[in-house]
């Protein structure tokens, strides 16, 4: 830090030339950013990165806003299989096609809305705390109106869309406002917050699962609409940015490293590679609580499968969010898609015709394929290294593609459930119930290898331009 001695130190800066590591950075055309008499920040005033109360606080309430608001479409397959199994719903035309669209439609919005929304909290920070209270206002109303519906298209309208809108402005303004906590631990960091999806998935499942059996799937959901409404406000005074706002405008002018950065095919294949893995990953968490039902479980081991998939996850993204910025995160990539294709055709296709078979493959799949979001901040930062505006924008295209890949996956999955024409006597995971889950565990399993393939290429390209630059 500058010494407080000098005439001219830069303890006193403008705010938006403190750097999100406490860094001092150029004020070179920052100026605009700021009104008449402008608002200067004691610099070693600011709270501390990478540590300390607010920091740890901030995490804190980040990680069970996490899980409570992505907790619930994780655990969508409970209330599909209530769904289809409802005469109010079954009965409506293409119900089988879709009512699984809801939960998918929920995840992929939910990660689409990042491309507007990190960039809008980016460049006017003072919105941050209204767009929480609207995210929270949606995300209740929209469980309360579902909880009314009687139609699909009702259920998808609200479920679906209004609800991802709702937690989309509860969630994204996070991911933008991390930034500005944690530098170097940031992979931590998003490993911790990015577990909370799977602790939501491991409570409730096995919350729903019976509610839904003893109260039905309406009120269950007004119980849930409550619990959100009672839960998310007391989090919200620590959910809050490091640097003061009160004289922020925008963001710091577009940096020359970022229009580089586009330019570099790292991030290309990056996002190529992050499309691939969404297109395969959803699929397991829509349909193994109906698998399961496929081998005669009751209702709450059916919902287990969920749960321990949802509960390992959370082992395998504090794993590799902490691995990433020890290894290559190139390297952990191939090899957490290659294990995770094989783990598919293995545990899935051919020991899962029991339940300890399903089991095995729910917490492996979890906790290796669960991990795959963990990786994106090493990768992010070593493209865009200290730059707090390209890691947001790379933030919020790697939500989008992922989650166009989340909501393309079911309509493909759904179509390729059919079961088999011809009698299937092996016993195998591959023939539960006739037969009609095969073509969907050989497109995970061959999505997970065809993206396993893809990174070892773009990787090996990537080391031979990197040598070819170090050639005299």
């Not at 655990?75 to 998918?104: M, R």
């Not at 929270?136 to 009702?154: I, K, R």
């Not at 016993?427 to 070892?456: D, H, Q, T």
């Amino acid at each position: 830090m500058a010494s407080t001695n000098s005439a001219k130190a830069p303890n006193d800066i403008p705010l938006q030339t403190v750097g999100s590591a406490g860094e001092l950075l150029s004020t070179e055309s920052n100026d605009a950013h700021f009104g008449d008499g402008e608002q200067r920040v004691n610099e070693s005033a600011l709270p501390p990165v990478d540590g300390g109360p607010k920091a740890w606080a901030f995490l804190a309430a980040s990680f069970i806003l996490e899980a409570i608001v992505w907790g619930y479409p994780m655990s969508f397959g409970i209330f599909l299989e209530a769904y289809l199994k409802d005469p109010q719903y079954n009965t409506h035309p293409h119900a089988s096609k879709l009512l699984p669209l809801i939960g998918p439609l929920t995840t992929g919005l939910l990660r689409c809305a990042g491309i507007v929304i990190n960039p809008y909290c980016s460049r006017y920070p003072q919105h941050r705390r209204y767009i929480l209270w609207i995210g929270l206002l949606l995300a209740v109303g929209s469980l309360l109106g579902a909880s009314w519906c009687d139609s699909v298209p009702g259920l998808i309208l609200l479920q679906g869309v209004t609800y991802a809108l709702g937690g989309a402005f509860l969630y994204l303004p996070l991911t933008v406002m991390l930034s500005e906590w944690f530098v170097e631990k940031r992979g931590m960091a998003n490993g911790v917050i990015f577990a909370g999806t799977g602790f939501g998935g491991i409570i409730l499942p096995l919350i729903f699962s019976p509610l839904i059996t003893c109260y039905g799937s309406r009120n269950t959901l007004r119980g849930y609409a409550v619990c959100v409404g009672l839960m998310i406000p007391p989090l919200l005074p620590f959910l809050k940015g490091r640097l003061p706002i009160s004289s922020v405008r925008g963001p710091l002018p577009r940096s020359s490293g970022d229009r580089r950065a586009w330019n570099n095919g790292s991030i290309w294949a990056l996002l190529t590679l992050n499309t691939l893995q969404g297109f395969a990953y959803c699929a397991p968490l829509i349909w193994l609580p109906t698998f399961a039902n496929e081998l005669t479980l009751n209702s709450t081991k059916s919902a287990l499968t969920l749960t321990l998939l949802n509960g390992s996850s959370v082992v395998g993204r504090l794993g590799l969010g902490y691995l990433s910025y020890i290894v290559n995160p190139w390297t952990l990539a191939i090899f957490q898609l290659l294990t995770t294709s094989i783990l598919t055709f293995v545990l899935w296709g051919i020991f899962s015709y029991k339940f300890a078979g399903l089991l095995v493959f729910s917490i492996a799949y979890g906790a290796i394929g669960g991990g795959w979001t963990s990786l994106w901040s090493g990768f992010v930062q070593r493209i865009a290294k200290d730059d707090l505006h390209l890691t947001n924008n790379i933030f919020g295209l790697l939500l989008l593609t992922r989650g166009i890949a989340d909501i393309s996956s079911t309509p493909i999955s759904t179509s390729i459930l059919s079961p088999r024409d011809e009698d299937r006597t092996w016993k195998l995971g591959f023939n539960v119930g006739g037969g009609r889950y095969e073509n969907l565990i050989l497109y995970v399993g061959g999505c997970f290898a065809g993206a396993s393939a893809f990174a070892a290429g773009a990787w090996a390209v990537q080391r031979r331009l990197k040598r070819h630059e170090h050639m005299p």
